[in-house]
C-alpha cells in the first residue's frame, strides 16, 4: 500500500477532512491531495509530523508491522514475564506502567495496537480504568489480565470492551492462544 493510501485512510478513521488536515500540517491543500492520490510522497519531516498528528508509528504509517504493546500492571511480578513471553513473539513492550497516571502519560506519546490490564491494581479500579480507555481509544485491542477464574470479573470486562482475558498463573501456550484468537 502506497503512503498516500495510508494517509487518507488515517485520516478517514479519524473523521478529518482534507481541509482540516493541511491547515493543521501547514501545506496546502493540493499538496496533500497530490500525496493521497500517490502522485507527490511527504518528505521526512512531513512523515514524522504525520505520525504525531495520528498519534502512531512512522512504521505503522508506512505500512511496517508494529505490534506495540503497553502494559498496565505490577511492574515487579506480571510485567517481567509477561514482557520477555512477548518479546519472544516479535512484539514490541513500549511501556510498562503501574497505575493510570503513568498510562495516560504515555499514551500523549503513542497509541499502542494492544494493552494488557491487570485488574487488581494498587489503589485503582482497573475495570474503571478499562472503561475510560475504551472510551477514549476505542481501537486499541485490551487484554484483561486477573487472578480471579470468577466468570463474573470476565462477563464484566467484556461488556466494558476487554477484547480477552487471562488468568494469571497462565502459561506461554495460554498467552499464545489468546493473542492468536485476537489476530496478533
Avoid at 485512510?9 to 493540493?30: C, D, M, N, P, Y
Avoid at 505490577?74 to 514482557?83: C, E, G, H, K, N
Wanted: include cysteine; charged fraction near 25%; proline fraction near 4%.
Amino acid at each position: 500500500m502506497y503512503i498516500g493510501m495510508r494517509i487518507q485512510a488515517f485520516r478517514k478513521q479519524h473523521e478529518i477532512s482534507q481541509e482540516t488536515l493541511a491547515a493543521e500540517l501547514g501545506v496546502t491543500l493540493k499538496t496533500l491531495r497530490n500525496w493521497e492520490d500517490n502522485v507527490t510522497q511527504p518528505n521526512i519531516d512531513m512523515i514524522l509530523k504525520l505520525a504525531d498528528y495520528f498519534r502512531i508509528t512512522t512504521d505503522e504509517l508506512l505500512g511496517r508491522d508494529y505490534r506495540g504493546v503497553f502494559m498496565v500492571c505490577d511492574p515487579t511480578l506480571t510485567a517481567p514475564i509477561l514482557q520477555y513471553l512477548l518479546e519472544r513473539e516479535n512484539f514490541m513492550c513500549s511501556a510498562t506502567v503501574p497505575d493510570s497516571t503513568h498510562l495516560k502519560r504515555c499514551l500523549q506519546k503513542r497509541i499502542p495496537n494492544l494493552l494488557f490490564l491487570e485488574v487488581h491494581l494498587a489503589g485503582e479500579d482497573g475495570l474503571e480504568l478499562l472503561r475510560e480507555m475504551k472510551e477514549q481509544y476505542p481501537s486499541v485491542r485490551v487484554i484483561v489480565v486477573t487472578e480471579s477464574r470468577s466468570e463474573e470479573t470476565r462477563l464484566k470486562a467484556v461488556s466494558l470492551g476487554a477484547d480477552a482475558s487471562i488468568v494469571k498463573p497462565f502459561t506461554q501456550e495460554q498467552l499464545l492462544a489468546t493473542l492468536e484468537a485476537l489476530g496478533f
